[in-house]
């Protein structure tokens, strides 16, 4: 059996599980450790697919900052489980997963069949093409590269969301002034 | 695909066995030498009863941690609480996997390289996984179901947040200057393209180019092994002993371990980036094949040593900071300092054609004046505070908003 | 020797559609909000599979953009958590609902 | 000469503009910076001025022409095609340096005349855009680009017209300033699309090209014949250059922008933005050329010195006079151009620039004097307690009058001189002109500054001679006003002024008769003029107003009110297109179609959303809920009926 595979299936057992228990746990805090569990297995998915970069970025970026923060809220707001009364959200419960599992197979249907029309239209050269430019590996250099020379603005813009970000949530949170004496 | 026995997974996990049980002998080591050397410079002995010196005492301390009684108090969330521990101590364990020890030792066709996993993107590797133990503090903080273990996990969880910061950023100059996220590239030569390693000699490595992201470095690692000055998650005059307040016998030991495996770890890569790694005076490169691994591998572990004694120093002689002191420094000085070292680093580079000489003194210049412009706003800012309301309140507002949010 | 492009695209589908099912049926704001992560996520994987499969370093830059977005995002949205808890008490989303018709 | 040069130029003045136009709750404590910034940025662009104008001095052929000047593609659709350029010729560097370096002085005048005003920093901001926007108008390689600058002169104008707008007058004498000028402004619109419907591009370069092969698209509007498109098109431009120079009809805007501050009469109304329609004239010099519809210009030019001129005579404001003066003057620079002699007309413009902003500036000075006392009937023998400014405005008076040597000698002497080979009459309306404007200067002089003091008591222990700041840009105006003519223009059609532009504008012909004669008969009514002002004026005040019918009726008394002009345009233009804007625009268009319509459209909506109101149920997720929906159908419609 292709190890490849294996450690596929692995992480990729991993990680739906995890996002079932996201949605299934009661208690944030345990969605949320989920959720990190998750993160986890796709960065493994990640360095399975060859973007160290990525993967470890994934790591830093998520688990490392986003989920602290949310627990960082959990914690702060110390939220117990929510009752149950009067919810909407118990009444849509079988339309969501009816929904949910018809968007997953349409999904799925439409990943595999897009593929197999790239393939059926493509010439033989093309073909060759592809798989010639398909293994070869994408290092952080080439990140790097493209990130400063043909994607500086949306780098700059995307600065600019960050600022932006920070700007907002001191706004939001800031408690008013003090009365002055 | 053929798989070299030897080569591909014998040796690997000797390095693995050698390199796990090297740490935990460390801490112990340094369990003792904390003990000793605080007795030192608070001028009394220590512990020195148990073997020569006291140096077994380590071991009966251990000993004494396995034989308690594991208890579990009921009030707490039973599945996080006995996971937060070993949340702490893997992530601590994991860091060393890709810090190079020393040269390799080469027997034959056969080239050991002393680091267990040369992987391209080293450095990112250990932020990511030193980030991730927050979780085990704030984890264990939340499990216990205490106040006090609470307030010390929300602590530590926004400390270790904003001292991340200054941590990713301060190497950010050293990675633009050796080209490379492999550590075992960083600590040695340089990488090809735009490399500029580190060599042999002490005015040649990184900590005197990078001088104020060396200090920024330095600090923010001390901030997130939470010791002092930075004990603010476990401070015992305020909040009993933070996150581990309801943590006793192995469990505690545990804590008590991944905080000590962590200052291993972090001396390491300090080593590692800004000291040279290995390298002292040509001196790793005189053992012929095999002996110079050894000895790099010596030099390695004395400048550890060296860095791991300046951390006790440190505690000891420090007292601890305030909340809004802690934040105010993390934020104000620290993160400005990391992030003018880029900036300067970055500019001398290309205006200079890489002489290093000039960029150490710019780094060391402008985080002068970065630090200096700081404290006058802070100073002015500090004046106009105080002419216009009770001083008294500031300290406390952090905490009582804490507080308000918990009950 | 590597996987097809469908084994990880199928993860991506399985894994959003778990996103969008938690969006649907959870009360709790935070848990919508992680949901929305998972979401971001699994377009993330989809991004980095088809960066491989056409050798193109772009896909994995967008999911460093996305990475991004996605942190100033939370951060938004923790804040607007925050401040919505310190007025109403709650973060049951069936229960702020004052922009009612 | 390089870009760079002129691009520094140009946005010095703007980069002065941002400053004190963002940064004025700052500057606004600090008069001093914020006025020596709004100098400095037109300091600058005077010294770019001078290094471009010595540039062509040197080399003739350093000119920033065609593609050359090119600096940016500004619109680009279809056929229409317009570039940010410059064009730099020699034309073009004698605007430059009238327009920095007479600005120049006024920037640092009114620091001084400014001073302690509650706008000051707005005062700079506006003058600095104004001097930007004028450049545009002067650098710009095509029309629309000097479209730009023209509007944006005449915006500037507006708000500083207005510029203190608590006062009724002020805001009523901008939005006139502004009305009127869009009249003109839509006459060069028109000019404008029919030069580019003839020639399919709005360069100056290009257009004249065209039009002097012949080589016109194909024009639909007036038959194949260039010249007549010419002449519609040249005539339309000339509307706009009417409406901006204040030419009869439209120049009824002028004297009521007098409301402003005087330096800025001075730099707007009388040194720069008015001479913008001769600017325009002299560098579509090739079409009016080949147009033939000088005349016209010329008439209209002699016609509005001489009209102006006779309401000048009876004027008692003293910036009103001015203002009169200013409008005849830029009547003879139009009968200057009319008649083909560019280079004088634009001669004129320099030198008029130069005296006639001396001449508000003292006038300013004055006011500053007398506390804003406008009215000369309540001065006099001012002559003793302000020396400087009575000197300089002596100066100024007599180099408008006329008077052998100083620089309006020479530059209007040129124009008469060439209008007398042009049109006798012309020339002889010309030159009643200049006699009335001697007698109209010096009976302002002499009832201002001599003869006894008629200031009012509580005025009169206040008159001072202006600070340094202001008399010193004074004086060093003077000297240019003195002396400019005779460095440029002796020697007639060969001065060097001609020489130094000759190779843009067509050659003139030379003018019939002798240059000396011309002078003499010139001074002679210039000084006959003084003379007849003295022995009228020399120590009597004007009559009061006319009180009783009698006297209502001569013609003096038709003089003193400017002919009823205003009030004619009041009852048969302003009224009438007021009343149809009211009863049918407003009460039947306005209130009763289209407030009717979007009030039926709004209740129409407002019906449908209490229907679909009840959708909104502030749940997020039934919302979300809905959004999944329609992801799966639109999947589903994809998966089943694409393909």
């Known amino acids: 059996m292709n190890p490849e595979l294996i450690v596929f299936i692995i992480f990729g057992t991993v990680s739906i599980i995890g996002a079932i228990a996201v949605i299934s746990f009661r208690h944030p805090i345990y969605s949320a450790l989920s959720l990190i569990v998750t993160f986890f297995s796709q960065a493994g998915l990640f360095v399975l697919l060859g973007a160290h970069f990525v993967a470890a970025v994934q790591v830093i970026v998520y688990a490392g900052a986003i989920m602290v923060l949310f627990l960082f809220v959990i914690m702060l707001l110390n939220l117990g489980t929510l009752s149950a009364k009067g919810a909407l959200t118990g009444k849509l419960k079988g339309v969501a997963i009816i929904l949910g599992i018809l968007l997953a197979v349409e999904g799925v249907y439409i990943a595999v069949r897009a593929l197999k029309n790239d393939t059926a239209v493509a010439s033989d050269a093309a073909k060759e093409a592809a798989a010639a430019l398909a293994n070869k590996p994408i290092e952080t250099y080439d990140i790097g590269r493209l990130l400063f020379s043909d994607y500086l603005l949306p780098f700059e813009v995307t600065s600019l969301i960050l600022l932006a970000a920070l700007i907002g949530v001191i706004v939001l949170v800031k408690r008013d002034k003090q009365p002055e004496n | 695909m053929e798989i070299n026995i030897l080569e591909q997974i014998v040796i690997p996990i000797i390095k693995v066995l050698f390199i796990a049980h090297l740490l935990v002998i460390g801490v112990m080591v340094m369990i003792w030498s904390e003990r000793r050397v605080s007795g030192w410079i608070q001028d009394r002995l220590g512990p020195n009863r148990v073997g020569p010196q006291g140096l077994l005492q380590p071991i009966a301390d251990g000993i004494k941690f396995l034989f308690k009684e594991d208890?579990?108090?009921?009030?707490?969330?039973?599945?996080?609480?006995?996971?937060?521990?070993?949340?702490?101590?893997?992530?601590?364990?994991?860091?060393?996997?890709?810090?190079?020890?020393?040269?390799?030792?080469?027997i034959g066709e056969l080239e050991i390289s002393l680091q267990i996993a040369d992987i391209n993107i080293g450095i990112l590797y250990i932020l990511a996984i030193t980030s991730l133990g927050v979780y085990g503090v704030v984890?264990?903080?939340?499990?216990?179901?205490?106040?006090?273990s609470l307030l010390g996990g929300l602590r530590s969880s926004a400390q270790m947040i904003s001292y991340e910061l200054t941590l990713g950023l301060g190497i950010i100059g050293v990675l633009m200057l050796s080209g490379s996220l492999s550590l075992r590239t960083i600590a040695g030569e340089g990488q090809a393209i735009a490399g500029e390693g580190q060599g042999s000699y002490p005015w040649e490595w990184n900590f005197l180019i990078h001088f104020p992201a060396f200090l920024a470095f330095t600090t923010a690692m001390f901030a997130e092994t939470n010791r002092l000055p930075f004990d603010l998650a476990e401070a015992e005059q305020e909040l009993v002993a933070g996150y581990h307040t309801e943590y006793s016998s192995m469990k505690f030991a545990i804590f008590f371990m991944a905080e000590y495996m962590n200052m291993i770890v972090g001396s390491a890569v300090v080593v590692t980036l800004f000291l040279g790694g290995w390298q002292f005076f040509g001196l790793e490169t005189m053992g012929g094949p095999i002996w110079s691994g050894v000895i790099s591998f010596a030099i390695f572990f004395i400048k550890t040593g060296i860095f791991l004694f300046v951390f006790i120093w440190v505690r000891w002689t420090?007292?601890?900071?305030?909340?809004?002191?802690?934040?105010?420094?993390?934020?104000?000085?620290?993160?400005?300092v990391a992030l003018t070292s880029i900036v300067v680093t970055g500019t001398l580079y290309i205006a200079t054609k890489g002489n290093l000489v000039w960029i150490g003194i710019g780094n060391t210049v402008a985080a002068f004046i970065v630090v200096s412009i700081v404290a006058g706003i802070l100073a002015l800012d500090n004046n106009s505070k105080a002419a216009a309301q009770d001083t008294s309140a500031a300290p406390l507002r952090q905490e009582t908003l804490t507080i308000e949010a918990i009950e | 020797m590597s996987l097809p492009l469908e084994y990880y695209l199928v993860l991506s589908a399985l894994l959003f559609t778990i996103g969008v099912i938690g969006v649907l049926i959870r009360r709790n704001a935070i848990i919508i909000f992680m949901c929305i992560e998972l979401m971001l996520n699994a377009a993330n994987l989809a991004f980095v599979a088809i960066s491989r499969h056409l050798g193109q370093a772009e896909g994995q830059l967008f999911v460093i953009f996305v990475m991004a977005v996605a942190a100033a995002e939370v951060a938004i949205g923790l804040a607007i958590i925050v401040s919505v808890f310190k007025h109403r008490e709650t973060i049951n989303v069936d229960e702020i609902n004052s922009l009612k018709g | 000469m390089s870009k760079e040069l002129i691009i520094i130029l140009l946005i010095s003045p703007l980069v002065g503009f941002l400053i004190n136009g963002l940064f004025s709750k700052w500057l606004k404590g600090n008069e001093k910076l914020s006025g020596t910034i709004g100098a400095l940025a037109v300091f600058i662009s005077l010294i770019c001025s001078i290094i471009a104008f010595v540039t062509i001095n040197i080399d003739s052929n350093a000119t920033l022409e065609g593609d050359d000047g090119f600096v940016y593609k500004w619109i680009a659709g279809g056929k229409f095609s317009v570039d940010i350029g410059f064009h730099v010729d020699a034309l073009t560097t004698v605007m430059l340096l009238v327009i920095t370096g007479v600005g120049f002085l006024i920037h640092v005048y009114s620091i001084g005349y400014m001073h302690g005003d509650e706008g000051y920093t707005r005062y700079f901001a506006y003058l600095n855009l104004f001097v930007f926007a004028m450049l545009i108008l002067v650098l710009g390689n095509n029309y629309l680009m000097m479209f730009v600058g023209w509007e944006g002169v005449g915006l500037c104008s507006y708000l500083l017209i207005g510029f203190w707008y608590e006062k009724q007058s002020a805001t009523d004498a901008g939005k006139k300033a502004f009305i009127v000028n869009r009249i003109g402004d839509f006459g060069f619109l028109l000019g404008m699309f029919t030069l580019f419907a003839a020639f399919e591009s709005l360069d100056f370069v290009t257009i004249f090209d065209k039009a002097e092969t012949g080589t016109s698209a194909i024009n639909v509007v007036f038959g194949e014949t260039t010249k007549v498109t010419l002449m519609v098109a040249t005539l339309l431009l000339f509307v706009g250059a009417v409406g901006k120079s204040a030419q009869l009809p439209l120049y009824v805007w002028l004297p009521d922008a007098m409301e402003g501050p005087t330096p800025v009469s001075a730099l707007i109304h009388a040194a720069t933005m008015v001479t913008a329609g001769v600017y325009m004239i002299a560098r579509s010099a090739v079409l009016y050329n080949l147009a033939g519809t000088g005349v016209v210009v010329a008439w209209i030019g002699v016609l509005t010195a001489l009209f102006a001129?006779?309401?000048?005579?009876?004027?008692n404001d003293i910036k009103r006079i001015l203002a009169y003066s200013t409008v005849s003057q830029l009547g003879y620079m139009f009968v200057g151009v009319g008649i083909g002699a560019y280079a004088s007309g634009i001669f004129h413009l320099v030198t008029h620039a130069f005296f006639k902003g001396l001449m508000f500036l003292t006038a300013g000075s004055v006011m500053h004097a007398m506390a804003n006392e406008l009215d000369i009937r309540k001065m006099g023998g001012l002559r003793k307690k302000l020396p400087i400014t009575h000197a300089t405005f002596l100066v100024g008076a007599l180099a408008i009058a006329g008077a052998p040597l100083l620089s309006g000698f020479w530059s209007k002497d040129e124009i008469l001189h060439s209008a007398w080979g042009s049109s006798k009459i012309i020339y002889i309306i010309g030159l009643?002109?200049?006699?009335?404007?001697?007698?109209?200067?010096?009976?302002?002089?002499?009832?201002?500054?001599?003869?006894?003091?008629?200031v009012e008591p509580e005025v009169d222990s206040h008159v001072h001679e202006s600070p340094a700041v202001m008399w010193l840009p004074l004086v060093i105006l003077a000297v240019p006003a003195a002396l400019i003519g005779l460095l440029l223009g002796v020697g007639g059609h060969d001065s060097w002024f001609h020489h130094f532009t000759e190779d843009v504008f067509p050659k003139a012909d030379k003018a019939p008769g002798s240059v000396l004669l011309f002078m003499a008969i010139s001074s002679i009514v210039g000084i006959a003029g003084i003379a007849f002002a003295w022995t009228r004026y020399k120590d009597r005040a004007p009559a009061a107003e006319p009180t009783n019918a009698l006297q209502k009726k001569d013609f003096s008394w038709l003089v003193a009110n400017k002919f009823y002009v205003d009030e004619i345009y009041n009852t048969f233009i302003v009224q009438p297109i007021k009343n149809a804007s009211h009863f049918l625009l407003w009460k039947l268009f306005d209130v009763g179609i289209i407030d009717g319509i979007v009030n039926g459209v709004a209740a129409l909506i407002r019906v449908i959303g209490g229907l679909f109101r009840r959708l909104q149920t502030g749940v997020v997720q039934a919302y979300i809920l809905s959004m999944v929906i329609g992801i799966v159908l639109f999947l589903a419609y994809y998966l089943f009926f694409v393909n």
């Open chain 2, 71 to 106: 208890l579990i108090p009921n009030h707490v969330d039973k599945p996080l609480y006995v996971l937060a521990p070993a949340m702490l101590l893997i992530p601590a364990m994991l860091t060393i996997a890709v810090v190079p020890f020393g040269d390799a030792i080469t």
């Open chain 4, 309 to 315: 001129a006779i309401i000048a005579l009876k004027q």
């Open chain 2, 139 to 148: 984890i264990g903080a939340w499990a216990s179901n205490n106040k006090y």
């Open chain 4, 432 to 454: 009643a002109t200049a006699f009335l404007t001697a007698f109209y200067m010096f009976r302002l002089i002499f009832v201002t500054f001599y003869g006894k003091s008629r």
């Open chain 2, 318 to 336: 420090l007292p601890r900071f305030r909340y809004d002191q802690l934040m105010n420094f993390g934020w104000k000085f620290l993160l400005p």
